[in-house]
């Protein structure tokens, strides 16, 4: 049973553009959050997605939006880069208890 | 919204000997409580966890404590094994939506 997996690896982009990251959850999990790590800081909350549509969001400009499709894999979508915006991007999923399991992760630099 | 504060930042324990990270959150609506241990280039992986109607919970080596009355949480390891060190995340949710305490870089002296 694969786990949660995301995609691309890793990632370089110049301020201004955007960008599209892309997530699987893990098998029956319906629920997706994405999180922006920062280097030596704990993962922050951006949006959960659930039945394709954005449920909670955390603290997060208008900048950073999403996608849920039918299959629950998910998309983050980021647009006008800033430098700031360089960190890990987590994904995660859950059913509909609470345990919640992260992917790997996406290492975007901006430059 | 949530705030979660983590102690300490760092930790390093000789092999064998015990480690214990502390957590305090905000929110009393917080109901559910991980754990996670992110080693390097890696996501975080789920360890142990506790809910708001439990107060302790253990896993062979690893424990958790609640106290909802003071919104404290804590992870207790023993028998540390320098396979553990990692830096440890605590979280708390309220119906999904999780916040984590800035991490604990633990160190496991052989």
């Known amino acids: 049973d694969a786990g949660v997996t995301q995609s691309p690896t890793h990632l370089i982009k110049t301020r201004g553009q955007q960008v599209t990251l892309r997530c699987s959850p893990k098998?029956?999990?319906?629920?997706v959050s994405w999180y922006q790590q920062a280097l030596g800081q704990g993962p922050q909350f951006i949006f959960q997605?659930?039945?394709?549509?954005?449920?909670q969001r955390g603290n997060f400009p208008d900048r950073f939006s999403g996608h849920q499709f039918p299959n629950y894999s998910s998309e983050l979508n980021v647009n006008a880069l800033l430098l700031g915006d360089s960190a890990l991007y987590l994904c995660?999923?859950?059913?509909?208890?609470?345990?919640?399991?992260f992917g790997p992760g996406t290492r975007l630099t901006v430059t | 919204g949530e705030n979660v504060e983590q102690h300490p930042s760092t930790l390093s324990v000789q092999e064998g000997d015990s480690a214990v990270i502390k957590c305090t959150y905000s929110?009393?609506?917080?109901?559910?409580f991980p754990w996670y241990k992110q080693e390097l280039g890696k996501g975080p992986q789920l360890i142990i966890d506790?809910?708001?109607?439990?107060g302790e919970k253990k896993d062979q080596r690893i424990a958790v404590t609640l106290n909802k009355t003071a919104k404290h949480f804590s992870l207790h390891i023993t028998e540390t094994q320098p396979e553990d060190s990692a830096v440890y995340f605590c979280?708390?949710?309220?119906?999904?939506?999780?916040?984590f305490g800035a991490g604990t870089r633990l160190t496991v002296k052989p």
């Open positions: 995660a999923s859950r059913d509909r208890v609470d345990e919640q399991y």
């Open positions: 098998s029956g999990h319906d629920t």
């Open positions: 997605y659930y039945e394709e549509e954005e449920r």
């Open positions: 929110d009393s609506a917080s109901n559910y």
């Open positions: 506790i809910r708001s109607n439990v």
């Open positions: 979280a708390a949710s309220v119906w999904g939506d999780m916040r």
